[in-house]
């Protein structure tokens, strides 16, 4: 059996239409963060809902509205990095700013997010692409967000080196003298 062959132009342009039309039918992301809150975003306290749209906005504002099968590994390692830089925006002068100003704001070390709630961001994003989007709507096959880890660094001793924190240790459980 012989298959046909096909002009070369031929096979392209026939190839660039398939491509077009399984584009058309992903969602783009603003319209899929809105099916999810729907199915999802009921059970969420005011509290959390404010909180999650924040993660997305973060997301949205560094991969656009486009299609969902677009969003890549860097886009989300891109938004994380961007994460990673804005301040904690529930306290001022961050709260009057819009996301963007935030972005571009030089914000001090000490005014930044904890290392927590940028892991926050991704396993809202993870739950939007893998658990919604590709095991619930069967939209996608794989997530962008698969093999992306962010590691939470602890904080239990404040914003102290470890340094000062061995010397405020010796002082005060110095043996007091009567």
Not at 93 to 101: D, V
Not at 107 to 118: F, G, K, Q, R
Not at 153 to 169: A, H, Q, V
């Amino acid at each position: 059996m012989q298959l046909r062959q096909f002009p070369k132009h031929q096979w392209s342009k026939n190839t660039a239409k398939i491509v077009e039309a399984e584009q058309s039918h992903a969602p783009r992301l603003l319209e899929a963060w809105n099916d999810y809150i729907k199915d999802k975003g009921q059970k969420w306290r005011k509290q959390t809902a404010n909180e999650n749209h924040r993660f997305f906005d973060v997301l949205h504002h560094v991969v656009g509205d486009r299609h969902v099968n677009n969003v890549t590994k860097q886009d989300i390692r891109d938004s994380l990095k961007v994460a990673e830089n804005l301040p904690t925006r529930t306290r001022l002068p961050y709260s009057r700013m819009s996301l963007t100003e935030c972005i571009d704001y030089d914000v001090p070390e000490d005014d930044l997010i904890a290392s927590e709630h940028v892991h926050k961001h991704l396993k809202l994003w993870r739950s939007l692409f893998k658990t919604y989007l590709v095991n619930q709507k069967d939209i996608l096959t794989k997530s962008p967000t698969d093999g992306i880890s962010y590691e939470v660094k602890s904080n239990r001793g404040g914003n102290y080196t470890s340094s000062e924190l061995s010397r405020i240790k010796r002082i005060s459980f110095r043996p007091t003298r009567q």
